[in-house]
């Protein structure tokens, strides 16, 4: 539908609104027409449904990897205590068969430098299994106290001895390198008494 103005008696076809906005658009901006085929939808979900089935898959196999790895993991370490309960105890068993002999023979005999000879003997192979674990003994005895080595069952009074020093041990303390497995425990000086009036 066209209309007709006449400016300086040229005639200039107009054209509606409507059809000067539609007739700008692109050809893909169009509606389409009926019958168009749509966008194949249902292979996009197909896809989508195959990389989902595949990373399920992916996870599922990195779970059971991470749990035998668990599971491994959990067994070397089981196998390493029990080598190095092996490795500890196994000077230690000889040391006790030595001990059971001393004993029997300390029944049946009234030969007491023997039996102490046997007993200094185990002593010194006591000394050495600690020495190849690396353990060290240690006195505290005219020591200062320290609460880091020390373990203070006691408190005396002494003239002799200075206030915080260790007057003597009830046992010796141990050291795995520095360390420490066992404190010594001990008696400490609490320095001279109070003099009592006369």
Known sequence: MEFDQVYDGNEIPVRPPAEDALAGMDEHMKP????????????????????????????????????????????????????????TVTPFIQLFDNFSMAVQAAQKSDNLDAI???????????KKALEELNITKFDAVNAKFDHNLHEAVASENSSTVPEGVVIRQWNCGYKLGDQLLRPARVVVSAGPGEKKEQ
């Open 116 to 126: 102490v000879k046997g007993l200094s003997m185990i002593g010194d192979q006591y």
């Open 32 to 87: 389409a027409e009926p019958g168009t085929p749509e966008p194949p939808v249902e292979d996009e979900l197909t896809k989508l449904r195959a990389e989902n089935t595949e990373l399920q898959d992916k996870y599922l196999r990195s779970q059971a990897d991470y749990q035998n790895y668990r599971k491994r993991m959990s067994k070397d370490m089981a196998a390493m205590r029990n080598f190095a309960v092996i490795e």
